[in-house]
């Protein structure tokens, strides 16, 4: 029996699963927590790893592994190849002003044709930007951008920090397709960097991670094949089986709407980023700040767990007597609004009540994710069912709302751990073919 490894390293935590490669059964599992914040030592992610790996029983027998991470997060690394200051993540806004200056500079048409982006604050390029603003000597001090997964598949394989003096092996660190199209530096259609977009972010040119082709793979230090890994959404694509005419509606700590699609997408608004996807097709994407922590925060103003919130928006009527609840509790992504608060109105004596609110809550949560289900239909992409995800999709209520609110039939599949799944698939092409 030929083992693979993958790996989800998320937001919130490290998750490992190490499944049979022919038959996909799992073997045995493994996770570890990260530290909260939108900016993090990637120290902290690397522990992290080693912790969840341990836990699942360790590499024996491994034959091949892949990591899923968190995308954009900015890894900046010294001409040592050590690690420059703490990573911004996705999450992390104050990059928002970085962003609308790169759009003012060469125009949101031209870098949506060029990247199939237009930059707001979750993607590294407006990291970058801010780095060379607010830190222009830890800017100075850039040799070399990775993004999360990169950097942790570069240390799995025993890469790392050298000694002063020394050259580290920036020519080992890699990446993928759908990564990389989340840098805003990246042609999705050339498969180039584009060299003028992180010179004009970052203030000078740094070595960046090779992109691997969909089957291409290289080698750890125990000759371990390792497949090119993926962001978090196109490697959840690979876990859940989407293909074309899906849309996958992922409801965690971000809410994320993505469909796998075999042609290049191009909004110039910037609503849908034009991801490529991590099996040669494209993955248009809309992704939303607020979605499953919308419901923590209304269980907790009620008083409830989630299954009593759940049973209380179940018993209110659909559209909650004309209570509305805006969800931008932390800004929001789509629409790029950063710095919008969180709105609650049509508020009378007789709609204000706790089941109303509830209500309010899920369908608030979900209408946002329903605009970005219409923005990817209307570049022409077919949807014909979504498959919910995430934590927020074992909610009763988020079930039963979610065909009305997204105006498709929906399919919610057995939980899993859809990310690290993803990546032990590639992990399983990687020795099978």
Request: negative net charge; contains cysteine.
């Amino acid at each position: 029996m030929a083992l693979v490894m993958g790996v989800d390293s998320s937001t919130q935590s490290c998750k490992v699963v190490i499944v049979d490669a022919d038959t996909g059964a799992l073997v045995r599992q493994g996770r570890a927590n990260h530290p909260d914040g939108t900016s993090v030592d990637p120290e902290a992610w690397w522990r992290a790893l080693r912790e969840a790996i341990a836990d699942a029983g360790g590499m024996d027998g491994v034959a091949a592994w892949a990591i899923g991470g968190q995308q954009h997060g900015m890894v900046a690394l010294d001409e040592r190849g050590a690690v420059i200051r703490d990573a911004l993540l996705w999450n992390d806004t104050r990059s928002a002003g970085a962003a609308a200056e790169l759009v003012a500079e060469f125009g949101a048409e031209e870098l949506a044709r060029r990247t199939g982006v237009v930059p707001v604050a979750s993607f590294t390029i407006t990291k970058l930007r801010w780095l060379r603003d607010a830190e222009p000597d830890n800017a100075a001090r850039v040799a070399a951008v990775a993004l999360p997964h990169d950097w942790l598949t570069w240390r799995l394989r025993g890469y790392g920090p050298v000694a002063a003096g020394e050259r580290p092996a920036f020519d080992e660190l890699v990446t993928d397709r759908s990564d990389a199209s989340g840098t805003g530096y990246w042609n999705p259609e050339t498969g180039e960097y584009d060299r003028d977009l992180l010179f004009a972010a970052l203030g000078h040119d740094a070595a960046l991670p090779r992109v691997l082709d969909a089957d291409e793979w290289v080698v750890d230090a125990e000759g371990r094949r390792v497949a090119p890994g993926a962001g978090d959404n196109a490697a959840a694509a690979l876990g859940v089986g989407a293909g074309i005419g899906d849309v996958v509606v992922s409801i965690g700590t971000s809410g994320t709407i993505f469909a796998v699609s075999a042609a290049r997408t191009i909004d110039p608004s910037g609503t849908v980023a034009g991801f490529a996807s991590a099996d040669g097709g494209f993955l248009p994407l809309v992704a939303t700040l607020n979605a499953a922590r919308v419901l923590d925060a209304i269980a907790r103003l009620l008083g409830v767990d989630h299954g009593e919130l759940s049973a209380l928006a179940l018993a209110a009527q659909p559209g909650a007597a004309g209570l509305r609840l805006v969800p931008y509790f932390e800004g929001e992504r789509t629409p790029n609004l950063p710095g919008a608060t969180a709105e609650l109105t049509g508020m009378t004596l007789a709609s204000t009540t706790r089941e109303n609110l509830a209500r309010a809550a899920v369908e608030g949560m979900l209408a946002g994710l329903a605009a970005g289900l219409d923005a990817i239909r209307g570049l022409g992409v077919p949807i014909t069912r979504a498959l919910l995800i995430g934590g927020g999709a074992q909610s009763e209520a988020v079930r039963a709302i979610a065909p009305d609110v997204l105006g498709v039939p929906v399919i919610v599949p057995e939980p899993g751990e859809y990310v690290a799944l993803g990546a032990a698939r590639q992990a399983s092409s990687a020795i099978t073919g």
